[in-house]
Nanobody, 127 residues
Framework: QVQLVESGGGLVQAGGSLRLSCAAS????????MGWFRQAPGKEREFVAS????????TNADSVTGRSTISRDNAKNTVSLQMNSLKPEDTAVYYC????????????????????WGQGTQVTVSS
């Protein structure tokens, strides 16, 4: 079955950086757009970033634009999210998600577009 396993979360001071990774198995990885979402305590899950099947297109939420970069390695079945200049409001559980698509340029921003999800990794940014 499809498995998405996130790693790289942790506790970091404001202004610091983290690199989240997601290892995928049980799927034809280059057939899936990949995304990162996050859920802060007491809030709904929200879109962070996504990347198309071959990495030609990526999309970032306004809240992280300029501070984060999503990338993927189709040879290793992994997708990463590099986050810099972290802020306390970035504190959340970060989820990796996969979306089957036949369109090379499709990335996606809505939860409903992504069929498979990881268990999440906690990111805590202290002020």
């Amino acid at each position: 079955q499809v498995q998405l396993v996130e790693s790289g979360g942790g506790l970091v001071q404001a202004g610091g950086s983290l690199r989240l990774s997601c290892a995928a198995s049980g799927l034809i990885f280059n057939g899936y757009a990949m995304g990162w979402f996050r859920q802060a305590p007491g809030k709904e899950r929200e879109f962070v970033a996504s990347i198309s099947r071959m990495g030609y297109k990526s999309t970032n939420a306004d809240s992280v634009t300029g501070r984060s970069t999503i990338s993927r390695d189709n040879a290793k079945n992994t997708v990463s999210l590099q986050m810099n200049s972290l802020k306390p409001e970035d504190t959340a559980v970060y989820y990796c998600a996969a979306r089957w698509t036949g369109v090379l340029s499709t990335a996606g921003t809505r939860e409903s577009e992504f069929a498979f999800w990881g268990q999440g990794t906690q990111v805590t940014v202290s002020s």
